[in-house]
C-alpha cells in the first residue's frame, strides 16, 4: 500500500497560539483513519492544512507524493479535485436549496445542465439514505442530523479519492451517529475512498477506523490500529479512550482559566 | 485565497500589535509611542490586506469564469430593489434644496435660480453622493453580514474545497453588479431629485412650470450628469468592496459579523465622501 497522505512536522501558529507542533502522521491509500483528541486541540485546522485551506509555517504535507505546502489555489488543482470534505457544522451554503448544494461541483465546474445536476444529487443524496422530497429544501430548514447527512452527500457527490469528515457525529443522538457511522464506512467501501476523520466520540472509533491516531497538545502522542488500540497501556489514550476527568491530560478550559484568557 | 499567506502575516502582525505589554515595565511616554506605533501597524496592515484584496478581485473580474446567474442575482438585489430607497431620498433632498434656495436667495428671479440650483446641485452632488449613502447602509451591511457568516460558519472554505474561487463567486458578482447599478441608480436619483423641486417649487412658491423645465432644460449640461455617474460609478465600487472586505475577514462568531457590519457601513460612507471630495475638486477644478 502507498501513503496517500503523509505530513511530516507540521508547525501551524496563530499570532502567538501554537496549535500544531510537529505533527507525523501518514494515512496508506484505501485505509481509514480516525484522529481522537480533545476539543482545542488542533484536530480541525490540520485537517484545513491539508486542505489548503490555511498554510503552515514549517513542514511538509504531500498527497499522493506531491508536496502540497506553498502551493497556491491554482496551482493544486488536481490535487483539490480528489478531496471532499465534510465540515464540522455541514457549511451548506444556505442561499441555495439542497439539490444545489449536493450537485454543486457538478454545476460550477463539471458544466452539467441544471437536470442532470438534479438527477446526480437525487443519487448523491440516496447514498445517504435520503429520499428526493429533500431537493427544493433549504438547508435552514433542515434538523441536526439531516444536515450532516445533506453535508455529506455533498462531500461524495464527486467521487472523491479521499474524503475529510470534521466530527461527523458530534451534536447528533446515538441512534442518527450509528447511522452516520454506517454511512461512513459504506461510502468508503462503495467509492474506495481514502479517508480521515476526526472525532471525539469512541463509538466512530470502533465502527470507522482502520487506524487511529490522538493528537494531544499540538503532535500526535499515540498511533495504532485497533488491536492495538484495544492492547496499549498508554495514559494519555487510556485517559481519553475511557473519558475520564483525572489523568496526564490537561483539559483545555482548566488551561484557558489558568492563564486568564477565558473566551 | 491565493494571497492567504502574505495577509496571514499581515494579521499576524496586526494581532501582535494589539498585545500590550504590561504598563508597569513601560515609561509612560513609552506607553504612548507604542500605542501610535501599535496604531500605524496595524493600519498599514489593513491598507495593505485591503489592497491585496482589491488586486484579488480585479484579477477575478478581469479573467472570469463569470457567473452570470450570481451577477444577475446581485444586480436584482443591489439595483433594482434598491430604487425606492434611492427615489425616495432624491425627491426630498430636491424638495428641501428647492426651499432653501427660494428662501435663501431674496426671492428675486426666482423661478430660474432656483430650478438652476437644484439641477446642478442634484445631479453634481446630492444625487449621487446621498444615493451612495443610502446604498453604503443598505447593500454593504446586506454584503458584510452575508459574506461574514458564511466565513463564520465555514462555507467560504466549503467553496474552496468544492473548487471554486470565492472571488469569483462571492465577490466579483457583488462588485460588478453594485459598480453597474450604481450609475443608473444616480440617474434614477437626478431625474427624481430635480423633480422633488419641481414639486416643491410649484405647488408651494407658485411657479410657472413650464418656464421651470425650460431653464432646468436650459442651463442643464451633459457634463453636469456625467460628472455626478462617474462618481456613482466609483462609489458602487466603493460600496461592494467594502462590504465583501470586511465580511471576507470577519471572524469570531455572530459578534464579528456585527462588527464587520458596522465596519462596512462606516468606511463604506467615509470612502464615498471622501473619494466625493477628491473627485470633485478633479472634475472641477480643470
Ligand atoms: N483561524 C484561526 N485563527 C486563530 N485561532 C484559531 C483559528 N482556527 C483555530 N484556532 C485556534 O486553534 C485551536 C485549535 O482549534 P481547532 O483545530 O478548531 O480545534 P479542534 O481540535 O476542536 O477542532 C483553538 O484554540 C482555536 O482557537
Ligand atoms: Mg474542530
Known amino acids: 500500500m502507498s501513503e496517500k497522505i503523509t ?91 439542497v439539490w444545489r448544494n449536493v450537485a454543486f461541483q457538478a454545476i460550477q465546474n463539471q458544466g452539467f445542465s441544471e437536470a442532470d445536476a438534479r438527477d446526480q444529487a437525487v443519487d448523491s443524496l440516496a447514498l445517504v439514505g435520503l429520499g428526493p422530497e429533500l431537493l427544493d429544501l433549504y438547508p435552514a430548514s433542515l434538523s441536526g442530523g439531516m444536515h450532516k447527512r445533506v453535508g455529506l452527500a455533498r462531500a461524495i457527490a ?21 447511522v452516520i457511522n454506517h454511512l461512513i464506512r459504506d461510502c468508503v467501501q462503495e467509492l474506495g475512498a481514502t479517508t480521515l476523520t476526526i472525532t471525539h466520540d469512541m ?58 484568557e477565558g473566551q | 485565497m491565493s494571497f492567504s499567506p502574505a495577509s496571514e502575516a499581515a494579521i499576524t502582525v496586526f494581532g501582535l500589535t494589539n498585545k500590550r505589554p504590561p504598563i508597569g515595565q513601560t515609561g509612560k511616554h513609552l506607553t504612548a509611542f507604542a500605542t501610535i506605533g501599535r496604531f500605524f501597524i496595524g493600519f498599514f496592515a489593513q491598507v495593505g490586506q485591503l ?9 477575478a473580474i478581469v479573467r472570469g469564469p463569470f457567473y452570470f446567474r450570481m451577477i444577475g442575482q446581485q444586480i436584482i438585489r443591489i439595483g433594482y430593489l434598491s430604487l425606492p430607497v434611492v427615489a425616495l431620498t432624491s425627491f426630498f433632498t430636491g424638495g428641501a434644496l428647492a426651499i432653501q434656495i427660494y ?27 446621498f444615493g451612495g449613502l443610502m446604498l453604503a447602509g443598505r447593500v454593504s451591511a446586506a454584503i458584510a453580514a452575508e459574506i461574514g457568516t458564511m466565513r463564520v460558519t465555514e462555507q467560504i472554505d466549503a467553496l474552496t474545497t468544492l473548487s471554486t474561487d470565492p472571488f469569483k463567486y462571492l465577490i466579483a458578482p457583488r ?15 437626478d431625474i427624481i431629485g430635480v423633480f422633488g423641486g ?48 470586511n465580511g471576507y475577514y470577519s471572524k469570531g462568531g455572530a459578534q464579528g459579523v456585527g462588527r464587520a457590519t458596522t465596519n462596512a457601513v462606516v468606511t463604506a460612507s467615509i470612502l464615498i465622501l471622501a473619494a466625493n471630495y477628491l473627485m470633485t475638486s478633479l472634475l472641477f477644478s480643470a
Not at chain 1, 158 to 178: A, H, N, S, Y
Not at chain 2, 51 to 59: C, D, P, R, V, Y
Not at chain 2, 105 to 127: D, K, P, W
Open chain 1, 158 to 178: 464527486c467521487k472523491p479519492k479521499i474524503i475529510f469528515f470534521d466530527e461527523p457525529t458530534t451534536g447528533l443522538d446515538p441512534i442518527m451517529t450509528d
Open chain 1, 7 to 97: 505530513l511530516s512536522n507540521v508547525h501551524k501558529t496563530f499570532g502567538t497560539k501554537k496549535v500544531l507542533r510537529g505533527v507525523n502522521l501518514s494515512v496508506d491509500e484505501g485505509q481509514s483513519l480516525v484522529v481522537i483528541g480533545g476539543s482545542g486541540s488542533g484536530k480541525s485546522v490540520m485537517l484545513k492544512s491539508i486542505l489548503g485551506l490555511l498554510h503552515p509555517e514549517q513542514g511538509s504535507i504531500k498527497i499522493d507524493g506531491t508536496e502540497t505546502v506553498g502551493l497556491a489555489r491554482n496551482q493544486r488543482q488536481e490535487i483539490d479535485a480528489q478531496m471532499g470534505m465534510l465540515f464540522q457544522n455541514g457549511a451548506l451554503f444556505d442561499s441555495l436549496p
Open chain 2, 175 to 189: 462588485v460588478i453588479a453594485a459598480t453597474l447599478c450604481m450609475p443608473v441608480l444616480a440617474l434614477v436619483a
Open chain 2, 198 to 245: 419641481f414639486v416643491v417649487s410649484t405647488q408651494s412658491f407658485g411657479f410657472n412650470a413650464a418656464i421651470y423645465v425650460q431653464s432646468t432644460v436650459n442651463f442643464l449640461s451633459f457634463d453636469d450628469i456625467s460628472s455626478g455617474l462617474i462618481k456613482a460609478l466609483m462609489f458602487g465600487f466603493i460600496i461592494a468592496t467594502m462590504g465583501c472586505y
Open chain 2, 103 to 129: 428662501y435663501g436667495g431674496n426671492q428675486f428671479n426666482s423661478e430660474t435660480i432656483v430650478s438652476t440650483i437644484v439641477a446642478l446641485g442634484i445631479t453634481r452632488e446630492l444625487g449621487p453622493v
Open chain 2, 51 to 59: 489592497s491585496l484584496f482589491i488586486a484579488e478581485t480585479g484579477k
Open chain 1, 203 to 260: 463509538t466512530s472509533v470502533r465502527a470507522i477506523a482502520d487506524k487511529t491516531a490522538l493528537l494531544y497538545k499540538g503532535e500526535i502522542i499515540w498511533h495504532g490500529n485497533a488491536e492495538e488500540l484495544a492492547a496499549s497501556d498508554d495514559p494519555f489514550l487510556l485517559q481519553f479512550v475511557n473519558g475520564l476527568a483525572e489523568g496526564p491530560i490537561e483539559v483545555e478550559g482548566q488551561q484557558i482559566s489558568a492563564a486568564g
